[in-house]
């Protein structure tokens, strides 16, 4: 292998413009910056922890950002198998949202954005899967299960129920 400055600077570019290519699996990605990095230490141009670290978390798509934000203050983000273990899981909690799914934001999560599967979704006053019992379009229903358990008319007619029984 080829031991020059235009070697070195060669591989200096492709470690910094590295980016996750839709597909590619995550451990794959971070091996291939590994093995980017063993080639700098190898050719005498070590690159540091911080700066894999960068180079890592600037390669992935947008949907990682939630977890770059919680890196940023996190105590242990300058430790990379830390960083890296963060960022397996949250590849492995991404695997699980398909954005392709049917979802709705559910009520009083807006700021929250919070994606929910509708086929998952039982409404709890007509029963039917596909909304919540806040969107039905049916008559709210006297016997539905009440949507906030701790609602206080709730409260008080289930502590009325006790006492009379």
Request: glycine share 6%.
């Amino acid at each position: 292998m080829a031991s020059g400055l235009g070697s070195l600077v060669a591989i200096w570019r492709k470690f910094t413009r590295i980016t996750k290519a839709d597909g590619t699996p995550i451990r794959a990605h971070i091996a291939e910056i590994r093995t980017i990095a063993d080639r700098l230490t190898r050719l005498g141009d070590k690159p540091s922890d911080a700066l894999i670290i960068a180079t890592l978390l600037g390669s992935l798509p947008k949907t990682y950002h939630p977890l770059i934000v919680a890196l940023d203050a996190h105590p242990e983000a300058g430790d990379l198998d830390f960083v890296i273990g963060r960022i397996i899981n949250e590849a492995v909690t991404l695997e699980h949202f398909n954005p392709d799914t049917p979802s709705v934001v559910s009520p009083g999560n807006e700021s929250m954005a919070l994606r929910v599967d509708v086929r998952k979704i039982t409404c709890h006053n007509c029963g039917i899967v596909g909304h919540f019992a806040s969107n039905c379009q049916k008559q709210p229903n006297p016997y539905a299960k009440p949507t906030k358990p701790w609602d206080a008319t709730n409260a008080l007619a289930i502590t009325e129920t006790a006492y009379a029984l």
